[in-house]
């Protein structure tokens, strides 16, 4: 079974622009979490998501929003991107919310 | 909130040896799941081992194990035999059973294996 994909892995961006991440959670699994990874500030909690529906959000800006569809691919956005927001943004799946989560290679984002 | 605090930054071992890692936790709640994920250079983050709170009996994985200590709060985890494979940065994380995904990690511990 392929384990949890997240597209693009490597971005380069300017401040001011926004980007948008991809995450393609394993087959069949209907739980969905992002997780911000700096040096400063370690792991970070951004959101949660479960059949298309957030139902969780940490404390981040309103920059930062996401989404889930209905085959459970979620996608993360950052509007107005800040040089504080280069990070290794994580993805992660489970079966539903009592499972533990298995995580994605991440997408490592720059900001110039 | 909870918290999660790892108080060793760094660690050493020698191939084949035993190391420990430590973690302590605070939290109001009487049940939650507690874990150790692993993260080597390659950055994938991967499951090492499970806990559930309200079961006594300490979780093990082959040649991984923890020390759970409810009352005072620990999750200490034991890796035997260690290979240089197990190099990589190690992070304790607690989750709520209350119906949320939400992992509260520490701050890591980045594990050398000496050959």
């Known amino acids: 079974k392929a384990g949890v994909t997240q597209t693009p892995r490597y971005l380069i961006k300017t401040r001011g622009q926004q980007v948008t991440l991809s995450c393609s959670p394993i087959?069949?699994?209907?739980?969905v979490s992002w997780y911000q990874q700096t040096p400063g500030q370690g792991l970070q909690f951004l959101f949660e998501?479960?059949?298309?529906?957030?139902?969780n959000k940490g404390n981040f800006p309103g920059r930062f929003s996401g989404r889930q569809f209905s085959n459970s691919r979620s996608e993360m956005n950052v509007s107005t991107l800040e040089l504080g927001d280069s990070a290794l943004y994580l993805c992660a799946s489970s079966l539903n919310m009592e499972y533990e989560q298995y995580f994605g290679p991440g997408t490592r984002l720059t900001v110039t | 909130a909870q918290t999660v605090t790892q108080s060793q930054p760094e660690m050493s071992v020698q191939e084949a040896e035993t190391v420990t890692l430590s973690c302590t936790y605070d939290?109001?709640?009487?049940?939650?799941?507690l874990f150790w994920y692993k993260q080597p250079p390659s950055r994938q983050m991967i499951l090492v081992i499970r806990?559930?709170?309200?079961?006594?009996q300490n979780a093990t994985e082959n040649r991984f194990s923890v020390n759970f200590q409810k009352a005072a709060k620990s999750f200490s985890l034991k890796i035997s035999d260690s290979q240089l494979g197990d190099a990589a940065m190690y992070f304790c994380a607690y989750r709520s059973v209350k119906g949320a995904q939400k992992l509260v990690f520490g701050q890591g511990t980045r594990l050398t294996i000496n050959p």
């Open positions: 939290t109001s709640e009487s049940d939650y799941y």
């Open positions: 998501y479960f059949s298309e529906t957030q139902r």
């Open positions: 087959s069949g699994h209907r739980s």
């Open positions: 806990q559930e709170a309200y079961k006594q």
